[in-house]
């Protein structure tokens, strides 16, 4: 049973717009959320967090923003690069409970930037 | 720091095979976790380790799927006998407790069984 969900495999937007790509979760006992960025033949790498006591979190063209009540967040990116395309893992964990230490991995959403 | 470094980074295989795949950690990490990537379904976490013990194998797959950490900075996935459907992208990642909850994962070993 997938507990995160990124429900769009794919996203296209063109260089310079905004790209949002969206994540919902099920598990009211996730407090922390992170995405991660995976590039062809590499592992994914830690893009940008939020803790469940925040509902913004902003680095550089990267922000991410969390709706509790809607177990929902997602990330923007502004202004979207080329080199941003690539896919994107929405992740989340509990600090309580028995899966302390794990996080649960959304599918994953293709962005594709384009000129 | 290296990273979380992986090999084979590509295995070609027959059915029937053992494949090995190994993982040293970020050293001082210790937390270790090995993931299956595929196109139906997505990261799924295999077995984690917290200081060389398993903690969840929940999710390997079945009985032909085994994992150690003998080690704090070495981890083995081991898959006896490989079978076609086995064919995918192998991660491991680490991770330092008592920080943030983010992982670090390796580059991957794709597993090809024919």
């Known amino acids: 049973d997938q507990q995160v969900k990124q429900n769009s495999p794919s996203l296209s937007v063109q260089e310079g717009r905004i790209s949002i790509l969206n994540c919902d979760y099920t598990?009211?006992?996730?407090?922390?959320f992170l995405w991660y960025k995976k590039y062809p033949a590499e592992g994914p790498t830690f893009l940008i967090s939020?803790?469940?006591?925040?509902d913004k979190n902003e680095d550089g063209r990267f922000t991410v923003f969390l709706n509790k009540s809607a177990k929902h967040l997602s990330l923007h990116i502004v202004p979207s690069q080329p080199g941003d395309s690539a896919v994107y893992f929405c992740?989340?964990?509990?600090?309580?409970?028995?899966?302390?230490?794990?996080?649960?991995f959304g599918r994953g959403t293709q962005l594709t930037v384009w000129p | 720091d290296a990273g979380v470094i992986q090999s084979p980074r590509h295995e070609v295989t027959e059915m029937g095979q053992e494949v090995t795949l190994r993982c040293k950690p970020i050293?001082?990490?210790?937390?270790l976790f090995w993931y299956r990537q595929t196109m139906m379904r997505g990261l799924e976490l295999l077995i984690y380790?917290?200081?060389?013990?398993?903690?969840?194998d929940s999710g390997m797959p079945e009985d032909r799927f085994s994992a150690k950490m003998p080690n704090a900075s070495f981890s083995t996935l081991k898959i006896q006998p490989s079978e076609p459907r086995d064919s995918a992208v192998y991660f491991c990642?680490?991770?330092?407790?008592?920080?943030?909850?983010?992982?670090?994962f390796g580059p991957g070993t794709r597993l090809t069984v024919l």
């Open positions: 598990n009211s006992m996730f407090d922390y």
């Open positions: 990642a680490s991770r330092l407790a008592g920080s943030t909850d983010t992982q670090y």
């Open positions: 939020i803790s469940s006591i925040k």
């Open positions: 992740a989340a964990s509990a600090h309580r409970g028995s899966t302390l230490g794990r996080l649960y």
């Open positions: 050293s001082g990490h210790d937390y």
């Open positions: 380790f917290n200081n060389n013990v398993p903690i969840d």
